[in-house]
């Protein structure tokens, strides 16, 4: 197998941008999560960017809360300068940022308050993806953090922040936004006298379907947005040329499943498609055990005639002395033991069989594992332990 080195990643300090993405309850959060702490802990000045809304990640790193400003989290191992920040996107609020940044106060004021805008900032297909975008190009310009571990959402959508932005930009800047922002660009109702009489039919079309009051929320939104501030595709391609740049690595996170490893299977592809930089696949709660030698069907074998010793002990025709055999309870035990112990042979076998079939497929993809843990992570200390495991593979 072909081993990634998280650690030589982590202290390479052209490394400034990992982005982790993968199915959802593989451990993407806790893998980002603990990378980010590990980094830290090694010298980097870290910030995690969540995608998910899920709270595991503010839960492990001991905040009350995440929200889309960087919070320093504490209890940190600083000794050897580095430092860890981590918040959660806020789509709305990025977009805001972005009209208060582009536009002078009181136009700023008046597109947030269009109802128009106030639907396309919180629900618009692609918003969020497109907002990551842009909030990891803000963090990455301030030059305030030396990495930036990107969180993204679970599932396939983990890799729309690719696409948002050409699906939000050809939306901006399509045909039916220009033919509806026609009107108020050249002056409002005025104006339309003197557009065509097909524009009029048009608009007046439109008005029926949408209706009136939706129209002008949107001729007003698209004439105020595109006189106070452009740019929407040219810095979604900034960031995403800074995506495939040197100083940015993709890591695939999936567990040893069927399922799972498909989806990386995909992401790897996907990745490969647009040329973006993969370091490699984080395999997460890999099974193992020191008790290798005895196999699974000699475990059953033995816990089924542990089974039938402690039925017959329990049969008073047996005749077999109470103080010379062993009590039924205890066989019993012993039996579930190996029981358990056949099952997790099983299991590990099921999963190396999945691991070679995608190493197999894509020999050239570097991979670490995470042994599973016995219960889930809910602080840094567990953090370190999923750190140290990336760190060794």
Avoid at 207 to 212: D, E, F, H, I, P
Avoid at 218 to 227: E, R, Y
């Amino acid at each position: 197998m072909n081993r990634l080195e998280i650690d030589a990643l982590l202290d390479d300090p052209g490394t400034r941008i990992l982005v982790c993405c993968g199915s959802g309850g593989v451990g993407k959060t806790t893998t980002a999560a603990a990378l980010g702490l590990r980094a830290a802990e090694r010298g980097r000045d870290v910030v995690v960017l969540t995608i998910d809304p899920a709270r595991r990640l503010a839960q492990s790193m001991g905040l009350t809360e995440l929200d889309n400003t960087p919070r320093r989290v504490v209890d940190v191992d600083e000794t050897k300068g580095g430092s860890l920040h981590a918040m959660m996107l806020d789509m709305k609020r990025t977009f805001d940022e972005i009209v208060e940044q582009h536009a002078d106060p009181e136009r700023a004021q008046q597109i947030l308050d269009n109802p128009f805008y106030q639907s396309l900032s919180s629900s618009f297909a692609g918003t969020q993806e497109y907002m990551a975008m842009e909030k990891l190009g803000q963090l990455h310009a301030t030059g305030e953090w030396d990495l930036i571990v990107v969180d993204t959402p679970p599932s396939r959508s983990a890799l729309d922040f690719l696409d948002a932005p050409q699906r939000l930009g050809s939306f901006l800047d399509g045909r039916l936004i220009r033919i509806l922002s026609a009107p108020a660009k050249v002056g409002g109702r005025g104006a339309l006298k003197f557009l065509s009489a097909g524009m009029g039919m048009m608009t007046g079309a439109l008005s029926k379907v949408v209706g009136a009051h939706l129209l002008t929320d949107i001729q007003t939104f698209v004439a105020a947005l595109d006189t106070t501030f452009g740019g929407f595709r040219k810095r979604a391609d900034a960031t995403y040329k800074l995506l495939q740049a040197r100083g940015t690595s993709f890591l695939v996170v999936a567990a040893p499943e069927k399922d799972a490893l498909r989806e990386a299977a995909y992401f790897v592809d996907r990745l490969g498609t647009e040329r973006m930089p993969l370091a490699g696949l984080v395999l997460n709660r890999v099974h193992a055990t020191s008790a290798g030698r005895l196999s699974a069907e000699r475990s059953l074998a033995a816990a089924e005639s542990l089974t039938e010793r402690a039925d017959d002990l329990d049969d008073p025709a047996d005749g077999e002395s109470a103080d010379d055999a062993p009590q039924p309870a205890d066989l019993r035990l012993v039996a579930g033991l190996l029981t358990l112990h056949a099952e997790r042979l099983r299991v590990i076998d099921r999963e190396e069989r999945m691991r070679t079939r995608f190493t197999s497929i894509h020999p050239e993809v570097r991979v670490t594992e995470v042994p599973a843990l016995p219960g889930d992570v809910h602080d840094l200390a567990g953090l370190r332990v999923i750190g140290e495991s990336l760190g060794s593979g």
